[in-house]
């Protein structure tokens, strides 16, 4: 495990020297275009920070993980060893290792990195530091997200409250507009609950959902996408502490946002089967015509999928026909599996 983890770091570095070297390898000169080469810096940074929002914002998390590698290399160059900005860009560097899995050491390494940088670079009256106040937050955050995968629960939790009482600081200081800090005790409150969820501490891992969730709403409407992963991460929980009711709903209002946002047929099958699975795991009779509904919709969606989406559809199937045995439609579960049986071995399941 250890000579696993020596090689990432090993690989991860080569990353930086590759970033930083004056004569780069020819994989990294033809990503860029031929104009770029003779930028200023300052525009070559721009131009990265862009196409490593561009790629994450597409989920291409692995380039903009490269383009963040040149973000540092191109922020010490303008900016010098020392100035906040290269602490900026070490957090930036680290939330973009924590989107791939198996990475977390190097978040940890390139937050530890920012942590050096900040702390030479905070000098008294503090005046003039906001910006590097609102990067510490960011920092605090970042480290304790990472220190989180890492399974260090008691570190993570440290920083996770010394993001929330700075951030709190510089709103009662004026520094920071209230509609800033909903954002930043939105994502804080979400990690401390997915902190506690990764302890099986469900139930102190609830009222820290719901908070995340009440501030993402007030920030960015309550139907905003970006409620879906915090409803459906509330409803589990809810799901484990036996508030099947609450759960269900919460699923449901999941559901009903997805669908709002003109989904692929694909997107909005998985979330319809996250409705039905949680009206069958409530176990109550009250709730078998929703699953029933649910898990018709699911499959609705892909029955004329090829594929992954025919892969997919067959797993729901699956599960409608563990849901019609227990609830006593035998008959009608096994004329089910017989019809697609031709389709699992076509398809090698």
């Not at 209230?178 to 990764?198: D, G, N, V």
């Not at 719901?210 to 007030?218: F, G, H, M, R």
């Not at 699975?277 to 919709?297: L, N, P």
């Amino acid at each position: 495990m250890q000579e696993s983890k020596e090689t990432l770091i090993s690989n991860h570095l080569d990353e930086i020297v590759a970033a930083v070297s004056i004569t780069p390898g020819k994989k990294i000169q033809n990503k860029l275009p031929q104009t770029a080469l003779f930028q200023p810096p300052r525009e070559k940074l721009h131009h990265c920070e862009e196409k490593a929002k561009s790629y994450s914002s597409c989920h291409e998390y692995k380039q903009a993980v490269g383009e963040l590698v040149r973000c540092v290399a191109l922020t010490r160059i303008c900016y010098g060893d020392s100035h906040w900005k290269l602490a900026e860009a070490h957090v930036n560097l680290a939330q973009g290792y924590l989107q791939l899995k198996g990475l977390s050491l190097q978040a940890r390494q390139h937050a530890e990195k920012a942590k050096e940088i900040l702390t030479n670079s905070i000098q008294p009256p503090y005046n003039d530091d906001t910006d590097v106040f609102k990067c510490s937050i960011e920092l605090f955050h970042t480290m304790g997200r990472a220190l989180l995968s890492l399974q260090k629960f008691k570190e993570a939790s440290e920083n996770l409250s010394k993001a929330e009482r700075l951030a709190k600081e510089l709103l009662q200081c004026g520094r920071i507009i209230k509609e800033e800090w909903i954002e930043i005790q939105a994502r804080i409150k979400l990690s401390s609950a997915q902190m506690y969820q990764s302890q099986k501490k469900s139930k102190e891992a609830l009222p820290h959902y719901q908070e995340a969730l009440e501030y993402i709403e007030s920030s960015r409407g309550e139907k905003s996408l970006e409620c879906v992963p915090i409803l459906r991460e509330l409803a589990g929980v809810e799901q484990a502490l036996g508030l099947h009711d609450a759960s269900v709903n919460h699923f449901l209002q999941a559901h009903l946002i997805v669908l709002s946002k003109n989904p692929s047929q694909e997107e909005a099958a998985v979330s319809a089967h996250f409705v039905a699975h949680a009206a069958v795991a409530s176990g109550s009779t009250q709730h078998q015509d929703m699953a029933e509904q649910y898990f018709q919709e699911s499959m609705a969606n892909l029955k004329d999928a090829e594929g992954t989406g025919k892969a997919k559809f067959l797993s729901i199937q699956d599960d409608y026909c563990h849901f019609l045995q227990a609830t006593g439609q035998k008959e009608k579960a096994t004329s089910i599996l017989r019809e697609s049986l031709e389709a699992k071995v076509a398809g090698g399941g």
